[in-house]
């Protein structure tokens, strides 16, 4: 196989196109080597903060602030009142607070679509404790499954990458922290893009469109997802969606009524302007990476000069992306991984509401770039992209502290970097146009 990063057959980092600092560290170490000491430093210094953390929040009064009260909560409404009842949001706040009285802020509305409370309402007839270190093991799965597949269609018999990709993707702060201990429901969007990008690469579209109707339970994150189905071309992945989207609703439909549909609408506008879209916002907003809360934490990033920027910026970039999936769907295969990287990483800033913990879709985003980079032989991009993968990595890991103190995210900044590192490249793929090779069928 093509490619010019470290293999098990003992090429070292210099072949990548980094360079190692010998005479401060001694000599390159190799992936094995790489591997021991990043999973060492997960397992000996991550993993038991995560373990205190969580011991912490259900031993020690006060301190519980996990996200999945709310999906436990939207269960609880559903197992114990009518379907019609589920977006009364005066009654979801009586729901939660029975859970865990909150003191220190108050409940916001739970906006999920009524299929996802169908689920939880099995999960709430357990204790809230059982549930949550339920649906944490379900939530590792899910994330371990969606990444897997990825590195199992792009890095196919390359353990040793593979293994250092899971730890790094395990080790983000917004995984570990802002989705697993969070007890968010993230880790679903990695498993359906996870799941839809390799069946894409194995030429099974409507597969891949079922796998993508997965995302419905947040319709934020296929602003860009379903634009890019249509300017790719990939008419039957489109199909595949449709359908599959199409039976969660009726399965929906079918248990809480026609009415829900009525009253979900209504709880969607509401929570869009606590968001901030269109009016003053009043979320947490060093907890979100969009642009759009972006501008509501920067001084001046909502004035009349700041709003002109930030449309002028979100409109040359969507042109620009728009330009390079359109030509992208005639190039050849790194084109298309690309193509699913960028739309991937500019749907968590292009947006209007992206908490913390949906940023771990980069996950697969990085992946695929690459996975790109290597199959088309581009050894300094391909170093070039490690070091602002890893500065990805570090910026989940101090973004909060720095957007309380200074009003700045820096996160969204690194994702605006990647992003645009992302459409250059695409750009440069296209303009290879190697010829494009389906992927054989299974």
Known sequence: MKGTTPTEDGNRIEKTGLRWPEQLLGP??????INLVCWGLFLLCLLPVVVTVVYAQFTTAGVLHADFVYHYGAGKLLNQYPASQLYNFDLQRKIFNGIYPSHDYSYGP????????????????????KAYFLWMGISLILYLAGIGAVVATYFPRQRLEGALIFCFALASRAFLMDTLVNGQLSSVAVLAAGLAISLDRRSKPLS???????????????ILILPMLLLTRRFRTLAGFLAGTAVLLLASTTYAGIGIWSAYPQMLNFYGKKSGFSGHSSLMLWKYVDLNSFSYAIPGGRSTAGLAILACMICC?????ALLLWKSATAGTPAQSLAWAATLTWTLVLNVYIPRYDSILVAISLILTLAALQALGWRKEWGRMVFLALMVFAATWITEEIARSYKVQILTIALIVLGVAQLVLLRRAIHLNPPLVPSTPE
């Open 317 to 321: 970039v969507a042109a620009w992306l």
């Open 28 to 33: 390159v170490p190799g992936l094995k080597e």
């Open 208 to 222: 891949s469109g079922l796998a993508l109707a997965i995302l419905a339970y947040k319709p934020t994150l296929l």
């Open 110 to 129: 739970s906006p999920y679509p009524p299929f996802v409370a169908e689920i939880f309402s099995f999960f709430a007839r357990l204790s809230f404790e």
